[in-house]
T-cell receptor, first 112, second 117 residues
Framework: GDSVTQMEGPVTLSEEAFLTINCTYT??????LFWYVQYPGEGLQLLLK?????DKGSNKGFEATYRKETTSFHLEKGSVQVSDSAVYFC???????????FGTGTQLKVEL | GAVVSQHPSRVICKSGTSVKIECRSL??????MFWYRQFPKQSLMLMAT?????????EQGVEKDKFLINHASLTLSTLTVTSAHPEDSSFYIC?????????????FGPGTRLTVL
């Protein structure tokens, strides 16, 4: 079945540090890939997405590239801020369907 | 972007009572909505798919009679937790895909925190 594996957290960084959160997936067909962010006490917000191989999703300084050869969609940001502290979820959906399969989430803490 | 709202945001109830949670798509129509449950520090677990005009589709292990879903219109789905017990305490989140060309993208409600005493 479809699955998403994320690196375990929490990840603690100093402000302006470089961020990488690893995400790999297993899926039949060609899934769309997503990163969602959940701030404390809130629901999920779409951060970025990519729908085909080699696509790069980007938003708010975050980037992730759809790598079919390594079945990965790692999230990166060059310089994190305290306001980026949240839980980040990698997810996929199989083409033609709406169901999302989520990773377990990675908590990011950014300190001054 | 599209907006999905949930009501209430928090609810506390006594064991044995029923609680209704509403999920609304505010600026688009949604023939399908999804209900998730999130345990503390864990990922989202899909509970069921709510279908406008037909019965909901439940995931394996989710009790249909416990979690009643009604998709009353193209903008409203409700989840009723019947005879709630403390183990039903959780964060419930709904989502809806847009009806346009970008059907892969789902928009999530802010969630409802249910506490059963």
């Amino acid at each position: 079945g479809d699955s998403v594996t994320q690196m375990e957290g929490p990840v603690t960084l100093s402000e302006e540090a470089f961020l990488t959160i690893n995400c790999t997936y297993t899926a039949t067909g060609y899934p769309s890939l997503f990163w969602y962010v959940q701030y404390p006490g809130e629901g999920l917000q779409l951060l970025l997405k990519a729908t085909k191989a080699d696509d790069k999703g980007s938003n708010k300084g975050f980037e992730a590239t759809y790598r079919k050869e390594t079945t990965s969609f790692h999230l990166e940001k060059g310089s994190v801020q305290v306001s980026d502290s949240a839980v980040y979820f990698c997810a996929l959906s199989v083409r033609g369907g709406n169901k999302l399969t989520f990773g377990t989430g990675t908590q990011l803490k950014v300190e001054l | 972007g599209a907006v999905v709202s949930q009501h209430p945001s928090r609810v506390i109830c006594k064991s044995g009572t029923s609680v209704k949670i509403e999920c609304r798509s505010l600026d688009f129509q949604a023939t399908t909505m999804f209900w998730y449950r999130q345990f503390p520090k864990q990922s989202l677990m899909l509970m069921a798919t709510s279908n406008e005009g037909s019965k909901a589709t439940y995931e394996q292990g989710v009790e249909k009679d416990k979690f009643l879903i009604n998709h009353a219109s193209l903008t409203l789905s409700t989840l009723t937790v019947t005879s709630a017990h403390p183990e039903d305490s959780s964060f419930y989140i709904c989502s809806a895909p847009t009806s346009g060309g970008d059907k892969d993208t789902q928009y999530f409600g802010p969630g409802t925190r249910l506490t059963v005493l």
